[in-house]
């Protein structure tokens, strides 16, 4: 699997124009998970400031083109899907290039 942040950002129009409240919100979030679930994904969480109609939301999946379906399935507007490497310090000590080098 491989990791995506993906960004809504109502400024731009990738977020819903009317104020969503926390219980839309998830509802809409939920709706992303089985869509991501559907192409073989998982959506794994999500950053939001509703005031500010902002999201950020970290999937992983097969390839881009698995998230940009869901995205598609129900109708969630993206500003951009990016794949990224999720690195936490125990990632850091167990790459093996990282212990050759100490």
């Known amino acids: 699997m491989k990791y995506f942040i993906d960004t809504h950002d109502h400024e731009k129009g990738s977020f819903p124009k009317e104020k969503l409240d926390e219980a839309q919100f998830i509802a809409t979030y939920d709706g992303f998970a089985a869509a991501c679930e559907n192409e073989g994904g998982l959506a794994m969480g999500a ?56």
């Open 47 to 102: 950053h939001v400031n509703l005031h500010e109609g902002k999201a950020f939301c970290f999937t992983a999946g097969p390839d881009v083109e698995s998230i940009r379906k869901a995205h598609e399935a129900i109708g969630l507007l993206y500003d951009s899907i990016t794949e990224v490497k999720r690195v936490t310090g125990l990632d850091l000590r167990i790459n093996p290039e990282t212990q050759k080098s100490k």
